[in-house]
């Protein structure tokens, strides 16, 4: 039953079609924007989850799943589990600024997570899956800072924001099976029963214009 939800679910947001797949145009591991694209870097816990948050929204072309921020330069899933490379799951997303704004992307990436957990999303805790908002600019900075005060005024958690705020370095692709992971494994337990509803949840509330 939980592989029939699945299926269903992804279907109606175009995720297995082939005809979205085309209109992405994705490449796994792909780390180059097109001429009319910008690229913004975030980490919320599971790279699954985030790809998924992220393509869902219209100007967005892709969400490539990696490592960021941490000090090893030959980053595995392997090691970054182990939590010894400083590195979080990350999702690089390329989109075009003419139809989607930073300002909403950094929106999406505050409401798609609990950004007040330290180390940890959910059930998955650790280093890996802390939450960390890459800065190229300091325009960009400043909007991430600016959404972090607005949500603190309005009092949206009860705790603080534990967000890290750091200036892009680097980004390593992870492996090809991480990458359209909810596409090419609908009836995983963890998809379904965790990437999946965190997603609907993150939409029912999210105002935005999807695919």
């Not at 003419?98 to 950094?106: A, D, F, H, K, N």
């Not at 959910?122 to 900075?141: P, V």
């Amino acid at each position: 039953m939980k592989l029939i939800f699945a299926i269903l679910f992804l279907l109606s947001i175009g995720l297995i079609s082939s005809a979205q797949s085309s209109k992405l145009n994705f490449v796994p591991g792909s780390t180059k924007p097109l001429p009319n694209e910008a690229v913004a870097t975030f980490a919320e816990g599971c790279f699954w989850h985030a790809e998924i948050v992220f393509q869902s929204l219209d100007g967005v072309r892709d969400a490539v799943s990696g490592y960021a921020g941490g000090t090893d330069i030959n980053p595995t899933y392997e090691k970054v589990a182990g939590g010894n490379t400083g590195h979080a799951e990350t999702v690089q997303v390329y989109y075009d600024p003419s139809r989607i704004s930073y300002e909403t992307l950094v929106k999406a990436f505050f409401a798609s997570q609990d950004p007040t957990t330290l180390n940890r999303q959910g059930n998955d805790a650790g280093t890996e899956y802390r939450s960390m908002a890459f800065y190229r600019n300091e325009t960009e900075k400043q909007v991430i800072e600016s959404e972090i005060k607005r949500l603190t005024s309005l009092k949206v958690y009860k705790n603080n924001i534990v967000t890290e705020v750091v200036p892009f370095k680097k980004f390593y692709p992870a492996e090809d099976y991480h990458q359209e992971y909810i596409h090419n494994n609908p009836g995983n337990p963890y998809v379904a029963n965790v990437s999946i509803p965190e997603f609907l949840s993150f939409k029912k509330k999210f105002k935005a214009n999807y695919k």
